[in-house]
C-alpha cells in the first residue's frame, strides 16, 4: 500500500484511532473471559449436580478436572496451529472468528448434561479461543511502534485480568441470588456476542491502511535480516517458523511459559473450590474473592509493562526476576497455611502470588512475543510461547485436582513454589542471555 501523505494533525488523528483500537480490542478480549471464567465460577455448582446424581465429592472433582485438562490441553493445540494463522489471515479475522466459536460452545456446554459432551463442548470452546490473543498481537504489531509495546500490551493484557474478575464477580453475584449454572453459561455468551459486534463494524486491520506510517518493529527481531517492516511474510509458514524455532532465548521464554501457565491456571480454575473447601467460604463468597487474583494481577500487568519500556532491552527480564522471587515466598507461605485459618490471609496471599506473577507472564505471549516476532512473526510467536505453556496449564486441572484431593491444598501450593523458583532460575538466565548490542540499545526511546 503506498502511504499517503498527511498533514499536522496526523498524530492527533493517529493517536485517536490507537486508542479506539485498544478500547475495541480490550473490551473484545475481556469478552472472551466470560466464556472462560463460567466454569470456574460455576465448577461448584456442576460438582454439586454430579454428586446429586450418585457420583462422590472427590470423584466429581476429579472428573471436573478431567475436563478442565482436556479443555487446556485443546487450547495449546489451538496456540501451536490455529493461532499463528493470524500472521497469513490477518489479525481482525482470527479474533473475530475466536468470538464466534466461543459463543457457540459455550451454549453447547450449557444445552449438555453428562461428563462426555461437557468434554466436548470445553474442548471446542478453549481450540477456538486460541485464535483470540495472537489475532490481538497480530492487530497491535500493526498499529504501535516497538519502543511502547510493553505499555500498550500491559494495557491489553490487563483486559484479561478485568474480564476474569468481573465475570467472577457479576457471575458470582448471580449465584448468590439463585441463579443455576446454566444461566451463567448463556449470560457469558450474551456478552461475548455483544463484543462480537462492537469489534467487526469497528475494529480494522492496521494504521497503514487508514494512510498512517507502517508501525516500527523492535530491531532485535529474528526476522531484523529480512528487514520486517510489518509487511506480509513471504516464503510460507515456513519462512517465518525457522527464524523462530532457531532462537535459544525463545525457547528459554517458551518455558517460562510452562511455568508461570501452570500457576496461574491453577489459581484461575481451583481458588472458588479452594476458598470454599479449604478455606470454608459460601459458594458465593469464594467465587468473589476468587477475583482477587486476576484483580490485582491488573494492576501487576500495569506496572510490569511500565516498567519493561523504561528498563531497556532487558527491562522485562529484571521485572520477571523481581515478580517471580515475590510469588515463589507467597507460595511458600500458602504451603503452611492450615485448614480454617484467616480467610483474610489466604486472600491476601492469593494477591500477593498474582502480584508476583501475573505481569511477567503477561509478557512472554505479548510484549516479548512482538519484540522476537516482530510485525512479520508475532501471533507465530505468541502461538508458540502461549501454546508450550499451556502444555504446562494441562496440569493444572487433573493433576492439581488429584494432588488436592490425595495430600491436601498444602503439598499442592508447595509444588507451585517449586515450579516458581524454577522460573526464577529461567528469568535469571534469561536476563545473562540478553547482552544486547549498544546500536540497538540506542533504538529504545519513549513510548509512541
Same mark, same amino acid.
Not at 449436580?49 to 475436563?67: C, F, N, S, Y
Not at 502480584?355 to 507472564?361: A, C
Given at each position: 500500500?503506498?502511504?499517503?501523505?498527511?498533514?499536522?494533525?496526523?498524530?492527533?488523528?493517529?493517536?485517536?484511532?490507537?486508542?479506539?483500537?485498544?478500547?475495541? =480490542?480490550?473490551?473484545?478480549?475481556?469478552?472472551?473471559?466470560?466464556?472462560?471464567?463460567?466454569?470456574?465460577? /460455576?465448577?461448584?455448582?456442576?460438582?454439586?449436580?454430579?454428586?446429586?446424581?450418585?457420583?462422590?465429592?472427590?470423584?466429581?472433582?476429579?472428573?471436573?478436572?478431567?475436563?478442565?485438562? !482436556? &479443555?487446556?490441553?485443546?487450547?495449546?493445540?489451538? $496456540?501451536?496451529?490455529?493461532?499463528?494463522?493470524?500472521?497469513?489471515?490477518?489479525? $481482525?479475522?482470527?479474533?473475530?472468528?475466536?468470538?464466534?466459536?466461543?459463543?457457540?460452545?459455550?451454549?453447547?456446554?450449557?444445552?449438555?448434561?453428562?461428563?462426555?459432551?461437557?468434554?466436548?463442548?470445553?474442548?471446542?470452546?478453549? !481450540?477456538?479461543?486460541?485464535?483470540?490473543?495472537?489475532?490481538?498481537?497480530?492487530?497491535?504489531?500493526?498499529?504501535?511502534?516497538?519502543?511502547?509495546?510493553?505499555?500498550?500490551?500491559?494495557?491489553?493484557?490487563?483486559?484479561?485480568?478485568?474480564?476474569?474478575?468481573?465475570?467472577?464477580?457479576?457471575?458470582?453475584?448471580?449465584?448468590?441470588?439463585?441463579?443455576?449454572?446454566?444461566?451463567?453459561?448463556?449470560?457469558?455468551?450474551?456478552?461475548?456476542?455483544?463484543?462480537?459486534?462492537?469489534?467487526?463494524?469497528?475494529?480494522?486491520?492496521?494504521?497503514?491502511?487508514?494512510? +498512517?506510517?507502517?508501525?516500527?518493529?523492535?530491531?532485535?527481531?529474528? +526476522?531484523?535480516? &529480512?528487514?520486517?517492516?510489518?509487511?506480509?511474510?513471504?516464503?510460507?509458514?515456513?519462512?517465518?517458523?525457522?527464524?523462530?524455532?532457531?532462537?535459544?532465548?525463545?525457547?528459554?521464554?517458551?518455558?517460562?511459559?510452562?511455568?508461570?501457565?501452570?500457576?496461574?491456571?491453577?489459581?484461575?480454575?481451583?481458588?472458588?473450590?479452594?476458598?470454599?473447601?479449604?478455606?470454608?467460604?459460601?459458594?458465593?463468597?469464594?467465587?468473589?474473592?476468587?477475583?482477587?487474583?486476576?484483580?490485582?494481577?491488573?494492576?501487576?500487568?500495569?506496572?510490569?509493562?511500565?516498567?519493561?519500556?523504561?528498563?531497556?532491552?532487558?527491562?522485562?527480564?529484571?521485572?520477571?526476576?523481581?515478580?517471580?522471587?515475590?510469588?515463589?515466598?507467597?507460595?511458600?507461605? =500458602? /504451603?503452611?497455611?492450615?485448614?480454617?485459618?484467616?480467610?483474610?490471609?489466604?486472600?491476601?496471599?492469593? &494477591?500477593?502470588?498474582?502480584?508476583?506473577?501475573?505481569?511477567?507472564?503477561? %509478557? =512472554?505471549?505479548?510484549?516479548?512475543?512482538?519484540? +522476537?516476532?516482530?510485525?512479520?512473526?508475532?501471533?507465530?510467536?505468541?502461538?508458540?510461547?502461549?501454546?508450550?505453556?499451556?502444555?504446562?496449564?494441562?496440569?493444572?486441572?487433573?493433576?492439581?485436582?488429584?494432588?488436592?484431593?490425595?495430600?491436601?491444598?498444602?503439598?499442592?501450593?508447595?509444588?507451585?513454589?517449586?515450579?516458581? +523458583?524454577?522460573?526464577?532460575?529461567?528469568?535469571?538466565?534469561?536476563?545473562?542471555?540478553?547482552?544486547? %548490542?549498544?546500536?540497538?540499545?540506542?533504538?529504545?526511546?519513549?513510548?509512541?
Amino acid at each position: 500500500m503506498t502511504v499517503v501523505a498527511v498533514d499536522a494533525s496526523a498524530p492527533r488523528q493517529l493517536a485517536r484511532r490507537q486508542a479506539t483500537t485498544v478500547a475495541l =480490542l480490550f473490551l473484545g478480549y475481556a469478552g472472551y473471559y466470560f466464556c472462560r471464567a463460567n466454569l470456574s465460577v /460455576g465448577l461448584p455448582l456442576i460438582v454439586d449436580e454430579l454428586r446429586a446424581r450418585g457420583i462422590d465429592a472427590g470423584a466429581a472433582r476429579i472428573a471436573m478436572g478431567t475436563v478442565v485438562s !482436556f &479443555g487446556v490441553f485443546a487450547y495449546a493445540v489451538g $496456540k501451536l496451529t490455529l493461532a499463528g494463522i493470524a500472521d497469513f489471515t490477518g489479525g $481482525k479475522r482470527s479474533f473475530v472468528g475466536g468470538m464466534i466459536g466461543a459463543i457457540a460452545f459455550t451454549l453447547l456446554f450449557t444445552a449438555s448434561g453428562t461428563l462426555p459432551l461437557f468434554t466436548i463442548a470445553w474442548i471446542g470452546n478453549r !481450540f477456538v479461543q486460541s485464535a483470540g490473543w495472537a489475532g490481538l498481537v497480530k492487530v497491535a504489531s500493526r498499529w504501535f511502534d516497538f519502543s511502547s509495546y510493553g505499555t500498550v500490551m500491559a494495557i491489553l493484557s490487563v483486559s484479561y485480568l478485568v474480564g476474569d474478575a468481573a465475570a467472577r464477580q457479576i457471575l458470582g453475584g448471580m449465584i448468590a441470588v439463585g441463579v443455576g449454572w446454566r444461566a451463567l453459561f448463556v449470560f457469558a455468551a450474551a456478552f461475548l456476542a455483544a463484543m462480537l459486534v462492537l469489534n467487526a463494524v469497528f475494529l480494522r486491520e492496521s494504521r497503514a491502511d487508514l494512510g +498512517f506510517a507502517r508501525a516500527r518493529v523492535n530491531p532485535i527481531n529474528v +526476522f531484523r535480516g &529480512g528487514a520486517d517492516d510489518g509487511a506480509e511474510p513471504g516464503g510460507g509458514a515456513l519462512a517465518v517458523l525457522r527464524p523462530l524455532a532457531s532462537s535459544p532465548q525463545l525457547w528459554l521464554i517458551c518455558a517460562l511459559s510452562l511455568g508461570t501457565t501452570l500457576i496461574r491456571e491453577t489459581f484461575n480454575t481451583w481458588t472458588p473450590t479452594y476458598f470454599s473447601g479449604f478455606v470454608g467460604m459460601s459458594d458465593a463468597r469464594s467465587a468473589f474473592w476468587s477475583s482477587v487474583f486476576p484483580a490485582v494481577g491488573a494492576a501487576s500487568v500495569l506496572i510490569t509493562g511500565w516498567l519493561s519500556d523504561r528498563f531497556g532491552p532487558r527491562g522485562r527480564a529484571v521485572v520477571m526476576l523481581a515478580g517471580l522471587s515475590i510469588a515463589t515466598v507467597a507460595l511458600i507461605a =500458602l /504451603g503452611n497455611v492450615v485448614q480454617g485459618a484467616s480467610p483474610a490471609a489466604t486472600v491476601g496471599l492469593t &494477591g500477593i502470588v498474582a502480584m508476583g506473577l501475573i505481569g511477567p507472564y503477561s %509478557c =512472554l505471549a505479548g510484549a516479548m512475543a512482538m519484540d +522476537f516476532g516482530g510485525a512479520r512473526g508475532g501471533a507465530v510467536s505468541s502461538g508458540l510461547i502461549d501454546g508450550v505453556g499451556y502444555l504446562g496449564g494441562v496440569l493444572a486441572g487433573d493433576a492439581m485436582a488429584r494432588i488436592s484431593v490425595a495430600f491436601g491444598w498444602q503439598r499442592a501450593f508447595m509444588v507451585l513454589a517449586t515450579v516458581s +523458583f524454577g522460573a526464577v532460575l529461567g528469568a535469571a538466565i534469561l536476563f545473562r542471555s540478553q547482552r544486547t %548490542c549498544q546500536t540497538h540499545c540506542s533504538e529504545y526511546g519513549s513510548p509512541r
